[in-house]
């Protein structure tokens, strides 16, 4: 009775309805969201804010802290920014053409998402260390060494950042109207042409939440970078490695802290990305 | 204005023969109707001529150019699918001018020139002042317009529509019909359009071409194939007709115990397939009539009555058209004169319906 007095809280009232059930769903996910993510995190800031704002900034701005954050931010963006190409591309030849193996690749594809990440950090670091295979190679051919130097970060995030591009890119590709590809054909427009103006921006929005999971995945990634990275402070130190660290010497509130930055960065990440998804869903319509 | 030269064009699909040794010429400037059931090869037919298809076997020439080889790009035809085929992330104006801003910089008209092609598509579509909007707030019917313009926009040789009412609701249909015909007589392009709808195709076209298991079983204006079908499966397919399996014998037409009618001179004696249409029936009173039915069920639409008619038992029911002020209730025995006997004789060949 208190929406009658209050009409402020009109949409509190449940509203007849042929398909009832938002009361119940809403409750369902606010409880679990609260008792999965907004306490854990919660908690987290409040063990942070122990220190207070000043003392946050202190801890964020040491200057080991700082590099490994950059470390952990640029190569990870850097990763998300490879893996929207390649994904874009594997999802390409996955949708569009039939060939021997594809059920194979198309498997292999999930890989990375069931692989243990210490199992894939070990085998990458075998390969592409400065004796195996691969690394030898590009030693040979370049002088560069991948494994534990930031490099070797980098093949490691895009490792486990592979399936999110591909798999967000694949449905979407696989709806698109093939008559919008012949319409444009006929309009004169070459292959080339009709990839660029017509299929990719049809795509933006799909590869957009896919840059946005590769890019947050990678930037808590911890169990295959350890392996690769060699852990040089400075150099190629992640932050969640930093927070382990403090974790083994008791220092939960310096832990807490680089954790508490490492959450805004995400969430502002995220957040910009989201915005620049709704405004090209809108851009490009539902239709 | 090109006229279109279709020679022997066959086309494989995995081993279905999707189009059997089609010959077709498209007149310059005419608006012809490939019709037929589905499965027929008539968009197949159509997607060939628009060289979204590579061809078996066969030719097609635009105005004695030969285009068999030539690329879809480079063909200058006007292609409007039945789904639109917009593109939704442009707005109503980018989708009309792609067409002009994909071409080479050296053949690419100007900015100002483009926006003023623009807006006079969207005139002569009679959708003006919606270059702004997206696809996806626009209507069926004004999608459907807004994809015939784009496809007008680079000036094609001829203009392929391929089910272009199909998705549409019915009064839509009728006045889109109205519209592309009136768009055809005041552009003059060659024009050709798919349609299952024997209705659409007879009102709007200049000429048909029936399509049937990848061959065309007739060419003509709409009174050519609904007064003279070529043969049994064209009779069956236009003119909404009732088919009565019947036996020529003795210079009469029989369906089981019943005497239709006497049979036309030459007719061939043996089975036969006869096409009735409600207007060929004329209902009297059933005093000395030679031929009665009775009446099973009426329907009204709105000038007329139309009577479900049965002959015999063990025969199909016919129908009759007859004025509103015709009495009859169901029940009643009603004489029959059957004015037109469309007669074909049955055998496999050209009976396959």
Known sequence: MTALTLPSREWLRPKPSALPGFGLTLGFALSYLALIVLIPLAVLVWRASGLGLSGLWAVATTPRVRAALETSFYLSFAAALVNAVFGLVIAWILTRYRFPGRPLVDAMVDLPFALPTAVAGIALAAIYASNGWVGSIVEALTGLKIAFTPRGIFVALVFIGLPFVVRTVQPVLMDLDREVEEASATLGAGRLQTVLRVILPALVPAILTGFALAFARAVGEYGSVIFIAGNMPFISEIAPLLIIVQLEEFNYAGATAIATVMLSISFLSLLVINLIQSWSRRRFGDV | ?353
Do not use: C
């Open chain 2, 1 to 353: 204005m090109t006229g279109i030269a279709v020679r022997g064009v066959a086309k494989d699909f995995a081993g279905t023969r999707a189009l059997d040794g089609i010959d077709l010429d498209i007149r310059p400037g005419e608006l012809l109707a490939l019709l037929g059931p589905s499965g027929s090869g008539k968009t197949t037919l159509l997607r060939s001529i628009a060289g979204l298809e590579p061809l078996t076997a066969g030719t097609i020439h635009f105005g004695g150019e030969d285009a068999t080889g030539l690329r879809v790009q480079d063909r200058k035809v006007g292609f409007v699918f039945q789904h639109y085929a917009l593109f939704r992330h442009m707005t109503v104006a980018e989708n009309i001018a792609y067409g002009l801003t994909v071409r080479p910089r050296a053949e690419r008209p100007a900015r100002q020139e483009i926006l003023r092609r623009v807006d006079e598509l969207l005139d002569l579509v009679q959708l003006p002042g919606i270059g702004k909007r997206f696809p996806g707030q626009l209507s069926g019917g004004q999608r459907q317009r807004v994809a015939l313009a784009r496809a007008l926009a680079v000036e094609p040789r001829v203009l392929l529509l391929d089910e272009p009412f199909g998705a549409l609701d019915a009064q839509v249909r009728k006045d889109l019909r109205r519209w592309l015909r009136d768009i055809h007589q005041r552009t003059g392009h060659t024009t050709v359009f798919v349609t299952h709808d024997q209705e659409e195709a007879v009102e709007l076209a200049d000429r048909v071409a029936i399509l049937n298991r990848g061959r065309v079983e007739q060419v003509g204006s709409p009174d050519d194939v609904l007064d003279h079908p070529a043969n049994a499966f064209v009779a069956g397919f236009v003119g909404q007709a009732v088919r009565l399996d019947v036996t020529v014998e003795d210079g009469q037409v029989r369906a089981g115990p019943q005497t239709l009618a006497t049979a036309p001179p030459g007719a061939r004696p043996g089975p036969a397939a006869l096409f009735l249409r409600n207007r060929d029936l004329a209902v009297g009173s059933a005093e000395g009539a030679a031929l009665t039915g009775t009446i099973t069920g009426i329907a009204r639409s709105a000038a007329s009555r139309r009577l479900e008619i049965r002959l015999a038992e063990g025969l199909p029911p016919i129908e009759a058209e007859v004025g509103l002020d015709f009495a009859a209730a169901r029940g009643d025995v009603v004489g029959l004169t059957l004015a037109t006997l469309r007669l074909f004789p049955r055998d496999p060949e050209v009976g396959g319906t």
